[in-house]
C-alpha cells in the first residue's frame, strides 16, 4: 500500500511533523510505502482561480504553472492512503495547506452541459483520488479541543465534499505548544502510531 503524508506546517521538526511522522511509521510497520512531503519547502504557486481551465481538461494537469504540483498529483493519484496534516491557524488549517489544496482542483475533470455556476450543468467525468482513503490531523496549543471544529469541518467538507475522498481516521492532538511537546502524549502518539499501522495493513 502506497502512503503519502502531507505536513502543513512551517516548521521542520514540529508537532505536526513529528505527527506525520509517527504515522507513516505505522504504515511502514505494516509494510506500506511510505513517503513525506513537507508542503512548505515545495514550489506551490498560488491557485488563481482559472477553475475551468484545470476541470475541462483530462490529465489533471494545471494549465497555467510548472511546479511541484506536477510531481504532487501524479503522486497522490497513484497512493491508497493520505494523511493531511496541520497546526491550527487563525481557526483552521494554515495557508501552506490551503494553497496547496486549492492546486489539487485539476483532479476534477468535468464537461459543461448547461449554464455555468448551476450544479447540474457540470457532468463529472473523472477524478483519480475518488474513492481514496484520507486522514485528518490536526494540532493546536489549546486545552479546549472544541476550538478545532471549524477546521476540522473546512478539512472534512473539502477532502469529503471536493475531493471525493474517503475519510478514513482523525488525528486530533490538542494542548502541544512548543516543537516536541507531542512525543510527550505517549498515548497519543501510540494511537497514531495504531492508526497507521491499522490502515496501511488494509484494516
Known sequence: ?????FVGSPRKKSNTDVMVDTFL????SANGEVKKYFLADLNINQCI???RNCM???????????????M???????SDLILFASPLYCASYTAIMARFLERCLPFWEVEITGEPGIPESYNFLNNPVKGKKAVIGMVHDFKNPMVADLAFRAFDHNLREIYMMEIAGKIHVPDVRDPGDIEKKKEEMEKIFALGKKLASGK
Open 1 to 5: 500500500m502506497k502512503v503519502l503524508g
Open 72 to 78: 504532487l498529483l501524479p503522486e497522490m493519484a497513484s
Open 56 to 70: 475541462l481538461q483530462p490529465g489533471f494537469k494545471c494549465k497555467v504553472f510548472r511546479d511541484d504540483m506536477d
Open 49 to 51: 482561480g482559472c477553475f
Open 25 to 28: 511509521d505505522g504504515a511502514k
